[in-house]
């Protein structure tokens, strides 16, 4: 249990918005603002496994001609993949007319 004893601490310095934004969506997470910084913190790495996983499946179930399309394509399979996932999203979506 020692492990996990938190004793190490880091400042940052955030704008009063940008404290307000923090301290709204560690509420909304249902978590202590330090909880929600290690929390998205740590998560992205997973998240970046899991799109990597995703993209590489894609990929080889692509035909080959596919494979040739430009990055924009590419782009919008993240976002693809990010529109099913809203849980890591952290900004809301914009809504172009």
Do not use: H
């Not at 001609?65 to 809203?86: G, T």
């Amino acid at each position: 249990m020692e492990e996990n004893k938190k004793c190490a601490s880091i400042t940052i310095r955030l704008s009063k918005t940008e404290c307000d934004q923090l301290r709204k969506r560690a509420s909304q997470a249902g978590l202590t603002v330090s909880a929600y910084l290690r929390s998205c913190t740590f998560e992205a790495e997973a998240l970046r496994a899991q799109v990597k996983d995703v993209l590489a499946e894609l990929r080889q179930a692509a035909p080959a001609e596919e494979e040739r399309k430009p990055a924009v394509a590419r782009r919008s399979l993240l976002q693809w993949f990010l529109r099913f996932m809203p849980r890591w999203r952290t900004q809301p979506r914009l809504v172009r007319a």
